[in-house]
């Protein structure tokens, strides 16, 4: 298993690309389930979850080719030829209960395993099952696996009032509906620019929608899509995450492509910490004011309030932070796993259920740390940055799910960071 070994040198500066966004990319893919023609991703970003999704796929009849370098996905499903998404691939990744929704709604039916647990929380599935039930589905849980049939082998509209915002069931929801009977109303929506760039995917492929990027979206279902080419927004994450670089190395990056309408409320409470974002013409400018940052208080919330998927590493800059912040989590249970292995390079935390309190310190100090998962494994990257001495980072095959060439934008800014295989 491969390790990162990071040696803290000091501020760091330079130019950062941001790639095409993972949580994107993972909903536009399977958007090709719902018509015989071929759908185009440009913009796509290189990494392990995306070859998981390419696999599921394929295992479904998909033809999925990798073009550019990885750049664009090319994509066919003249027909599906096989309608079971299979535990083996499905337990590796829980976006692969995406196809669902596009399969139910283009041939009346599907099976796809439960997702399972997974390190961060239960993670249940059963809005995005309450939603194609609304829509006339019928389901059946038997063996690890969701069976949904649609009666007279179509979806029909309806009105999906979730009870709490789900990024997945909103996704898999607006997809079914586009080619269901009627129209569709989905009340309580989630609001995520990778929702936002679905809806105008699949209205490039003829959807009819309005509404996305609101709480409330109408579709009004057609007989049939058809083929489109479509670039995948900016990853706000990987975004958000070079944006910390800076921030807690001091120096200046300039993260290309990056907007400020992505990261509005990473972006305040980063200004509040009293770093400088600025927006170019390029990206978003980023640098760290003067001495330490300031503690501010953070809580996680659905777009657009600041992303859970932000949450590690924000807390890796307030470990460095003068005062005391606190942390909430309010989407995901068990989502502070980081914290022990920032305690192990000197940090000050408290976890107490969903609230972590934080109370900086002058300087973190490298160590042996352990990933445990993606956004908490990057975090221990951004520690290091800033420690002294060396940190190795182990099972950092949780990276390659979410960041492209880590290493490499980082040294581009000065950062001495390795790989070893081992
Ligand atoms: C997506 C993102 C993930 C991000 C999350 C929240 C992808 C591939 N992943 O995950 O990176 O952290 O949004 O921004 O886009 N829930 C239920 N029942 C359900 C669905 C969700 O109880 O049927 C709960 C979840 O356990 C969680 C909360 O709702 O506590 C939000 O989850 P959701 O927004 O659905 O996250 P994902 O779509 O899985």
Not at 145 to 166: D, E, I, M, T
Not at 296 to 303: I, W
């Amino acid at each position: 298993m491969d390790s990162i070994l990071v040696k803290g040198n000091g501020a760091l500066s330079g130019t950062i690309p941001i790639a095409g966004a993972k949580n994107a990319c993972l909903t536009l893919m399977p958007a090709t389930l719902l018509s015989e023609e071929p759908l185009t991703l440009t913009n796509a970003p290189r990494l392990s979850d995306i070859a998981t999704m390419t696999q599921l796929l394929q295992s479904l009849g998909a033809e999925v080719a990798s073009l550019q370098d990885g750049l664009v996905l090319a994509m066919s499903s003249h027909n599906i030829a096989n309608h079971t998404a299979d535990y083996d691939i499905v337990r590796k990744m829980r976006a692969s209960i995406l196809v669902l929704g596009p399969m139910l709604a283009r041939d009346g039916h599907a099976v796809v395993s439960l997702p399972g647990g997974c390190a961060i929380g239960a993670r249940p599935v059963d809005l995005h099952l309450q939603a194609f039930e609304a829509m006339g589905a019928e389901l059946d849980l038997r063996d690890g696996y969701v069976h949904a049939k649609a009666p007279g082998g179509r979806l029909r509209g309806a009105v999906v009032n979730f009870p709490f915002v789900s990024v997945g069931a909103t996704e898999n929801a607006l997809m079914a509906a586009t080619l269901a009977k009627g129209t569709t109303v989905l009340k309580n929506a989630a609001r995520e620019p990778e929702i936002v760039d679905l809806a105008r995917c699949l209205r490039k492929m003829g959807a009819q929608i309005e509404g996305e990027g609101t709480s409330t979206i109408t579709i009004q279902g057609v007989d049939r899509l058809n083929g489109a080419t479509h670039p995948v927004v900016t990853d706000r994450i990987e975004l958000g995450t070079y944006m910390l670089v800076p921030a807690i190395c001091g120096g200046e990056v300039e993260c290309l492509g990056g907007t400020l309408e992505l990261v509005g409320a990473f972006a305040e409470k980063l200004d509040a910490a009293g770093v400088s974002v600025t927006q170019t013409e390029r990206g978003l400018k980023v640098s760290r004011k003067n001495g330490r940052v300031h503690a501010v208080d953070v809580v996680t919330e659905p777009f657009p309030g600041f992303p859970t998927d932000l949450q590690a590493q924000m807390m890796a800059l307030l470990c460095t932070a003068e005062g005391t912040s606190v942390l909430e989590e309010r989407i995901f249970e068990n989502r502070f796993m980081h914290a022990p292995e920032l305690t192990r390079m000197g940090a000050k935390i408290e976890v107490h259920g969903g609230t972590a309190k934080v109370t900086g310190v002058a300087r973190l100090k490298g160590a042996r740390v352990m990933a445990t998962d993606l956004r908490a494994s990057v975090s221990l990257i951004l520690a290091a940055l800033a420690a002294e001495g060396e940190t190795v980072v182990s099972r950092v095959y949780h990276l390659d799910r979410g960041y492209e060439r880590l290493e490499e934008k980082l040294r581009a800014c000065g950062a001495q960071i390795e790989r070893i295989s081992q």
